[in-house]
């Protein structure tokens, strides 16, 4: 079986499908032929490999004149190198990408499927043969049909579970971390400074802070922010915090959610972003935006449940998240796609 992967996002890069290549790697163990595509803003069509050889991507040129956004690009160039690799399956990586409806309207017969990356709609969904989600949740509220029908999955993220794994005992430097970017208005960061008063905040991620809503916090020594670091970098300072409070207003399953989970910290995220991914009261709390800040101090003030709630959180990632997760979930779509015919 010839199985094909389209990272839909336009981009050069592949550290954000670190997730993904462990899949194909996995199907490919157990027989099956894999292969990455992906467009590029370069001239010349380009081939990387990736895990010591496991998966090799190409990248393509994009069609132009091209969109400036990445979710409007197209590549005639992919569908043509896609028609000569011949797979049996397309997994699309993210809806609502306008190179999904271009490859599928090509290539009519074709058989593809979606994994989620964040939007849950793409005018051609309706012929997919399977959906992989980021959470059970997820699945029931927007792919209810797939699920019902055994063709709706949970691929778990990908998590370095012994970079992440906490310290014990652990030195607390912050009360709460928060890791998102500065560049997007969803990341809400400024949602959680009412609390620098009372708590010290590790703000950390991308873009330059608003010096006129954060400048002041940063001043005062109550608000750290690192800037964007790698996750040798990253997490070491999140096992020095003490709770994750995930403040973004539009999100699937942040990834930055699991990495707080998996360094052993609880979470609390707004519900009506985050609909699943924990157990409410388990490994942290969703909530509205009008409860956060009460819930978060109920909850610092109590460190038997920081700690309880904290051993949780990481149990719940080692046993959902990770390789060994990712490549039982590649395992069982081999199964299925072996009976789908």
């Not at 699937?252 to 910290?265: I, N, Q, T, Y």
């Amino acid at each position: 079986m010839r199985i094909a992967l389209i990272m839909s996002h336009a981009d050069r890069a592949m550290g954000g499908a670190t997730r993904e290549l462990h899949f194909l790697r996995t199907l490919r163990e157990q027989g099956a032929e894999v292969a990455a595509f992906r467009i590029h803003a370069g001239a010349d069509i380009e081939e990387e490999e990736y895990l010591d050889g496991a998966v090799t991507a190409t990248f393509l040129p994009e069609d132009l004149p091209a969109e400036a956004v990445p979710h409007r690009k197209v590549s005639t160039a992919l569908v043509e190198a896609l028609r000569a690799y011949a797979p049996d399956i397309v997994l699309f990586k993210g809806l609502n990408y306008a190179i999904n409806a271009f490859v599928a309207g090509r290539m009519p017969g074709q058989r593809y499927g979606f994994i989620v990356g964040g939007a849950v709609t793409d005018t051609v969904l309706a012929g997919a043969r399977f959906v992989f989600g980021e959470y059970d949740e997820q699945l029931s509220t927007h792919f209810a049909g797939f699920l019902g029908e055994g063709r709706g999955f949970v691929l778990p993220k990908y998590i370095d579970l012994e970079l992440s794994r906490p310290p014990r005992p652990a030195v607390i430097d912050y009360d709460i971390a928060n890791v998102g970017n500065f560049h997007e208005k969803r990341k809400n960061q400024q949602a959680l400074l009412p609390l620098a008063g009372e708590f010290s905040l590790l703000l950390a991620g991308g873009g330059k802070p608003d010096k006129a809503v954060f400048g002041a916090a940063i001043a005062s020594g109550r608000v750290h922010c690192p800037g964007r670091l790698d996750h040798a970098a990253l997490f070491p300072l999140l096992h020095r915090s003490r709770i994750m409070v995930h403040s973004s207003t539009m999100d699937g399953l942040p990834r930055a959610m699991v990495e707080g989970m998996a360094c052993g910290l609880p979470v609390v995220a707004y519900r009506d972003t985050v609909r699943g991914g924990l157990e409410h009261g388990v490994q942290g709390f969703l909530v509205t935006p009008e409860e956060m800040p009460d819930t978060v101090r109920r909850l610092l003030g109590d460190a038997a449940l920081v700690e309880r709630m904290g051993r949780a959180a990481r149990a719940h990632v080692e046993a959902t998240h990770g390789v060994p997760a990712i490549q039982a979930a590649a395992r069982r779509f081999l199964s299925f796609l072996r009976q789908d015919r």
